[in-house]
């Protein structure tokens, strides 16, 4: 049995900051790439960031660059998605996916994904 939970959103005010958890049972990370997608309302489901088990990392992109940071803790079995100075376009659903074929913007080759957690950024 697999399964991600994300945790961490939440509703805040622009220029204001979220921490994303991702935590992960039935695998390890040190096997996968994980990956942050965000799907707005109305919008397609679209790639945020991805690190790989080697902690490699990669964005997706122009939103969130320079804003946002991913990073792991393997001990824990966590990846952690931190966004800074946060706008209203930030507004999504945002999951944790993992995958063994490495860090993609394409959702298809992440096969484990969590259930999201709402983030909602206020003007």
């Known amino acids: 049995e697999v399964q991600l939970q994300a945790f961490g959103g939440g509703s805040v005010q622009a220029g204001g900051s979220l921490r994303l958890s991702c935590t992960a049972s039935?695998?390890?990370?040190?096997?996968?790439?994980i990956a942050w997608f965000r799907q707005a309302p109305g919008r397609e489901r679209e790639g945020v960031s991805c690190?790989?088990?080697?902690?490699?990392?990669?964005y997706y992109g122009d939103s969130g660059k320079g804003r946002f940071t991913i990073s792991s803790d393997n001990e824990k079995n966590t990846v952690y998605l931190q966004m800074n100075r946060l706008k209203p376009e930030d507004t999504a659903v945002y999951y944790c996916?993992?995958?063994?074929?490495?860090?993609?913007?394409?959702?298809?080759?992440?096969?484990?994904w969590g259930q999201g957690t709402q983030v909602t950024v206020s003007s």
């Open positions: 996916a993992a995958g063994t074929l490495g860090c993609s913007n394409i959702e298809e080759l992440y096969y484990h």
């Open positions: 039935g695998f390890t990370f040190d096997d996968y790439a």
């Open positions: 690190i790989r088990d080697d902690d490699r990392t990669s």
